[in-house]
């Protein structure tokens, strides 16, 4: 069974960066079968996704993130991550790891989330 | 790439049937078969329950089906139980391999 569980600080100063890991297990990372994905959900509000990555490192990112926002792979520890830069309150949320099956349009395997706080 | 729109809350009794709504635009609900619908206990991982607009994954309940016309689509619970209260959200592929989701749905049994 497949398990992905998200990891990294739970509070962020303002306008310094976010950084993430997603461990997966059960399942390896650098299968060409699958994009790894980044979804979060502000408080009280709805999800939001930010960021999916092919294990070969292509990436397609949310225009409204894109420019404060990285992610990236890495295979041999069977990770992936995300960064995202200069933060605000605004990005206070619970961020959420998924899978996607390459020629699939869903997300059929998710984290349980990390609540991330932005606050000085 | 606005959210798609859901409203904020549904109930029903037990045993009943409930629907709801998703709508969005001709630029990813309405121009793609590709919504999926997801069921989210607070403190949980959020889990697939419909795919394609009418697929259900292996382990759901019959009780959950989807459908979509034009721009909206819509997940319908029958038999409600007290295990399907829960937060819905629904989502939508966009084109180039973007994503879009709805501000959620809790549902109360």
């Known amino acids: 069974q497949l398990q992905l569980q998200e990891s990294g600080p739970g509070l962020v100063k303002p306008w310094e960066t976010l950084s993430l890991t997603c461990s997966v297990s059960?399942?390896?990372?650098?299968?060409?079968?699958?994009?790894w994905g980044w979804i979060r959900q502000p408080p009280g509000k709805g999800l939001e996704w930010i960021a999916n990555?092919?294990?070969?490192?292509?990436?397609y990112y949310n225009p409204s993130l894109k420019s404060r926002v990285t992610i990236s792979v890495d295979t041999s520890m069977d990770h992936f991550s995300l960064s995202l830069r200069s933060v605000t309150a605004a990005d206070t949320a619970v961020y959420y790891c998924?899978?996607?099956?390459?020629?699939?349009?869903?997300?059929?395997?998710w984290g349980q989330g990390i609540l991330v706080t932005v606050s000085s | 790439q606005s959210a798609l729109t859901q409203p904020a809350s549904v109930s029903g009794s037990p045993g009943q049937s409930i629907t709801i709504s998703c709508t969005g635009t001709?630029?990813?609900?309405?121009?793609?078969?590709?919504v999926s619908w997801y069921q989210h206990h607070p403190g949980k991982a959020p889990k697939l329950m419909i795919y394609?607009?009418?697929n259900r994954p292996s382990g759901v309940s019959i009780r959950f089906s989807g459908s979509k016309s034009g721009n909206t689509a819509s997940l319908t619970i029958s038999g409600l139980q007290a295990d399907d209260e829960a937060d819905y959200y629904c989502?939508?592929?966009?084109?180039?391999?973007?994503?879009?989701f709805g501000g959620g749905t809790k549902l109360t049994v």
């Open positions: 998924a899978r996607q099956v390459f020629g699939n349009f869903h997300f059929d395997y």
């Open positions: 059960g399942g390896s990372i650098g299968s060409n079968s699958n994009y």
């Open positions: 990555i092919y294990y070969s490192g292509r990436t």
């Open positions: 001709s630029s990813d609900v309405g121009g793609y078969n590709y």
């Open positions: 394609d607009v009418t």
């Open positions: 989502g939508s592929y966009t084109g180039s391999s973007t994503w879009v």
